[in-house]
């Protein structure tokens, strides 16, 4: 579990000043209690948020010893510098179970696609599991080197998991699939149509030459009536 030094936020100071300093303001709600204010450490949070993300476990210790096991509820960024704003902590019962997005990884590399050209299609980015806080996880992930054909597809109810996590997701949804490469199909008609074209302008010019040739020899005409 990771662990986070967090300070209670004293009333009356600076917000901007304390930014300034390398801190960020933070909120923990507690069920049932009015919310804490603190301020932690920019940098270590950062770098715990890279770790944990929304679905890990995370221990803030107080300057006088207590303890608070919390996930990350909301991160607030400054739009134009993409700087962490402020955050918001969700005290959780350790004894009761909890909600989470997961992230998910693909792994491994489809036949499919080295054999036939496939394209691999990630319809899901993460799925919402229910387990307790404890058992949390960051990412699954998923294996498509199972993915041997074009009728290959990874369903929801196709991931092992622990047995103390559940899958919220339909059974049923798809993972991802697999779909037939189209780059042939759709260079044949702008081939014909290119060959249409160009047989066009042949017609053209053809029709064109022949115009010339016919004014050629009205005119060659003319000049023996006037001589005769």
């Given at each position: ?47 715990a948020y890279e770790d944990a993300g ?43 179970k909890v909600t989470a997005p997961v ?126």
């Amino acid at each position: 579990m990771i662990q986070l030094k967090v300070k209670n936020r004293e009333k009356g100071l600076s917000l901007k000043k304390v930014r300034k300093e390398g801190m960020i303001p933070a909120i923990v709600y507690s069920k049932g209690q009015i919310g804490l204010s603190l301020f932690i450490d920019y940098v270590k949070f950062a770098k715990a948020y890279e770790d944990a993300g929304e679905s890990s476990l995370i221990d803030l210790v107080f300057d006088d010893g207590q303890s608070k096991k919390v996930l990350i509820h909301e991160v607030q960024y400054e739009p134009v510098k993409d700087r962490i704003l402020h955050i918001d902590f969700y005290e959780v019962d350790l004894a009761k179970k909890v909600t989470a997005p997961v992230e998910l990884e693909f792994v491994g590399e489809a036949p499919v696609v080295k054999n036939e050209g496939g394209i691999v299609i990630k319809q899901l980015n993460e799925i919402e599991i229910e387990c307790l806080p404890a058992d949390l996880i960051k990412r699954f992930k998923v294996d498509i080197s199972c993915l041997t054909d074009f009728s290959s597809t990874i369903h929801i109810k196709d991931l092992v998991i622990s047995d103390k996590i559940t899958i919220l997701n339909n059974p049923d949804d798809v993972v991802v699939n697999v779909t037939e490469p189209r780059a042939a199909e759709e260079e044949t008609p702008a081939a014909e149509g290119e060959g249409a074209g160009e047989e066009a302008k042949e017609g053209e010019k053809a029709e064109k030459t022949g115009e010339e040739d016919g004014g050629k020899e009205a005119g060659k005409g003319k000049e023996a009536g006037k001589k005769e």
